[in-house]
């Protein structure tokens, strides 16, 4: 369910997906159409593609202006999208008087979600970003992704079913859809008994790689390392973590957290769940997709959501007229 915005006492929750949602062209419609976004969009992908270069990566304007595709971006440009469309998705709600009363993240769009709260700066995320990409470019385990139509027990049983040490629960989204990760060649094997008798619906992931992965500590520990010499300002919002399964407080060591959602499964539906609700509560979508709304309604009924991006652009374009009248 979409839902109307009360701009005098807006209830919102911010989402913060990872990186399943392809940011290829995802802010040429509110470019186009919004000059107070265009000039706030200017200056975030000038911010981004600066620390990008910096660290040896191409420039994520092009991708996020439809110019280029995802494959033809290069390494590590696609995350560095999803994250830089996140920030300006709540740099133009923040514009428009809209802050959260919570946010939900997941994975990498924790980064972005610490930058909402602003416990890092909009550089300072995008070297965040730059640290995971260059930890992950010299890991042995690549791996894949699989979306299963299970809950957590089903899954378990699938998990038994193939009997194989290295495939394991890396998310629990909704009642009916979990994630599980793996090796390439146990992936494979997987998706080769996808048309057996009894087994659960199952999509695999087009990602570049695993994550949330015990396989994947290494990888998390060169992270964390990148994140040194990075701050932690105090906590302006309440940000809820679905790997901890709880809220952060100023008394944990974030630079830790980031580097947990490397190789730690994913708590979604219990995360979501555990929201305080009130009557007027809407959450939204702050990134290229629609993923984690759509999560969250089969977790939450009757949830309003909207997703600016991904097909909720006139509530993000009338959101920008409303304030600036």
């Known amino acids: 369910m979409t839902g109307r915005l009360d ?13 399943g949602d392809d940011p290829a062209g995802a802010l040429v419609g509110i470019y186009r159409e ?3 976004a265009q000039s706030e969009i200017d200056c975030i992908l000038a911010v981004v593609d600066r620390v990008g270069s910096l660290n040896g990566f191409g420039a994520v304007r ?3 202006l439809g110019e280029v595709s ?3 971006a290069g390494a590590g440009v696609p995350q560095l999208a999803s994250y830089a469309a996140a920030v300006v998705v709540e740099r133009l709600l923040s514009l428009a008087g809209v802050r959260p009363q919570a946010i939900v993240s997941q994975s990498m769009g924790e980064i972005a979600a610490l930058v909402c709260a602003r416990v890092l700066d909009v550089a300072e995320g995008a070297q965040a970003v730059c640290a995971l990409n260059t930890a992950f470019s010299t890991t042995d385990f690549v791996g894949a992704m699989v979306v299963v139509r299970a809950d957590e027990s089903g899954v378990a049983e699938l998990v038994a079913r193939l009997d194989r040490d290295d495939l394991v629960l890396a998310g629990a989204n909704t009642p009916r859809q979990s994630i599980l990760a793996g090796s390439t060649a146990t992936i494979d094997a997987l998706m080769a008994r996808a048309s057996e008798p009894g087994m659960p619906t199952m999509l695999r992931l087009p990602l570049p790689y695993a994550t949330h992965h015990p396989s994947l500590k290494p990888v998390a520990d060169r ?4 994140l040194r010499g990075l701050p932690q300002r105090p906590l302006q919002a309440t940000v809820y973590s679905a790997v901890r399964r709880r809220a952060y407080t100023d008394a944990d060591d974030l630079h830790e957290a980031l580097a947990d959602c490397v190789f730690r499964p ?5 995360t979501l769940q555990r929201l305080p609700a009130t009557a007027d509560q809407l959450l939204i979508e702050v990134g290229a997709g629609d993923s984690l709304i759509r999560c969250a309604r089969a977790c939450i009924p009757g949830v309003r959501t909207v997703a600016p991006l991904a097909r909720d652009l006139g509530w993000l374009h009338s959101t920008l007229q409303l304030a600036a009248a």
């Open 266 to 270: 994913v708590y979604l539906r219990e």
């Open 223 to 226: 992270f964390r390392a990148g």
């Open 70 to 72: 995802g494959t033809e």
């Open 34 to 36: 919004d000059r107070v």
């Open 7 to 19: 701009h005098r006492h807006p209830a919102a929750v911010f989402l913060f997906p990872g990186q």
């Open 62 to 64: 092009p991708l996020l």
